[in-house]
DNA sequence: TTTT
DNA sequence: TTTT
């Protein structure tokens, strides 16, 4: 059987990604992104937020991007897949739900969080989970080497 | 703040759904749905299936649709959005990610659970979060009547 | 027969939104919004990129809040269903695709393109093709007064 | 500047998929898609029902999947982007917008079109726009060989 | 816990 | 031009 699994969020890091190497040289970077609605109470009248939290996964190339240039409370669409993890502890089984995402494009103003460049502008990347390397250009502009997006059709 | 939390699965229901209908008239229907995908294994070279599962909780008018048409091993699609819930147990917190949906499409069949009809089609239903009321045609088509969907652009 | 149609564009707008307001009350705005993507030329090796140009037409409360928040150059996150228009000229049918969006997410730092604030930040919207009444806070946050979104589950 | 231009339609085929190979050994697929919404006319209170036909346009190995597996009046997950084409005809400039597809999955019973098995199923395939080879097992399981879904994280 |  |  096969199917379809596919989460896009756009939404604010809530901490710099972690990103750690692996021993057979892949990366992969951690982070938060909360996302919110906004909604009205319907007893009280009042606008409130309600805030999502997402763990988000990114491998390779777009951890190494994540790695370079995406910071806490940077602003970032996100396109994955749910996976759940369960994991032990203390005798107890604990799952967790993650999004690993296959592609990403930056939503933040370049440097607004370092005190870069101020005028706004995007930067996408995208992954099919295999082997990536990653150019910067001079501009700033990031690009996966992939033999996947020769064509632009 | 404000974002995107968007969901879409397609996948088969791994159990009946399990409706709860609560005091204030709102029925909430919940139900695992399995995804998988197929891959090839890095190592041994052989086609393996990984299957992921969802938790999915429908409120009203969904919930009645799901109630009355879904039942395990049905195909169907989703679209939703991701909400985590913690949860006390021993004294241990807890948190459990499901998928809220609301848009649903049944891709099964009709009556290919319960020896009805044979030929095939697919139902789809879809709710803003407000009340609903649902209707079947004779024929068995579903909608739910909603302001919300009076026009068709 | 029943089925999916969902567009997710995040792109910038061409040209500020054209906004008609119709005899019974509805407004509807059209504008374009580009989408790009790079791409390396296969002959070349060169860094392109190639953009898209897509119809986005909103009606009623997002129509609204398009005409007054909406300003060539900004970023948008669109969420909608394809349709197809076909139209007469010089006795020849012609055909158009349009966005038509029921989902929006501004992307712009508020005030970016009038001198305003400059500090990020993103506004959404949400319609169910129903009414919506548009209001905006103090501070310039944006809503559709509409029962749908109640509750926040 | 970067963006996200997606598409995900499920709907029927209106016709047999038609598939040119290309001097270069690539193979196109264009074949049209309808989904249908159904909608209470605001008038009379009759149900209605909306057709939106989608120009789907598939390469290589999801080209080669369509070609042996799709037919007219099968249901099908499309995912992909918009593109827009301008083409001459008596000296005036038309468009055509088609989807791209990159992911497809088949919802349609096998054989349910030409007198083969009968219970339910479904296969996927997914491209990277990249060089594709397609397997098919005896048991009729479609899989685009592809370094890229080694790993099914 | 689904399905092929 | 699909399907129910």
Redesign the interface.
Same mark, same amino acid.
């Given at each position: 059987?096969?199917?379809?699994?596919?989460?896009?969020?756009?939404?604010?890091l809530g901490k710099d990604p972690e990103v750690r190497h692996l021993e057979n040289g892949a990366s992969v970077a951690n982070f938060p992104v909360?996302?919110?609605?906004?909604?009205?109470?319907?007893n009280t009248g009042e606008?409130?937020?309600?805030t999502?939290?997402?763990n988000v996964?990114l491998?390779r190339g777009l951890a190494d991007v994540a790695e370079k240039y995406l910071n806490k %409370?940077d *602003?970032v669409?996100i396109?994955g897949?749910?996976?759940?993890r369960s994991w032990e502890k203390d005798g107890?089984t604990?799952?967790?739900?993650e999004i690993?995402g296959d592609n990403m494009?930056m939503?933040?103003?370049k440097g607004?969080n370092d005190g870069g460049q101020?005028t706004? %502008?995007? *930067?996408?990347s995208s992954a099919?989970?295999?082997e990536q390397n990653v150019a910067s250009?001079p501009a700033g502009?990031i690009?996966l080497?992939d033999?996947?997006?020769?064509?632009?059709?």
């Open positions: 059987m096969s199917g379809v699994n596919k989460v896009i969020i756009v939404g604010r909360a996302t919110s609605e906004t909604y009205k109470d319907r606008r409130k937020e309600q999502e939290w997402h996964v491998w %409370g *602003m669409y396109e897949k749910l996976r759940t107890i604990r799952y967790t739900t690993v494009t939503l933040s103003p607004s101020s706004g %502008g995007s *930067m996408s099919s989970q295999q250009t502009d690009a080497e033999e996947s997006d020769d064509l632009p059709f």
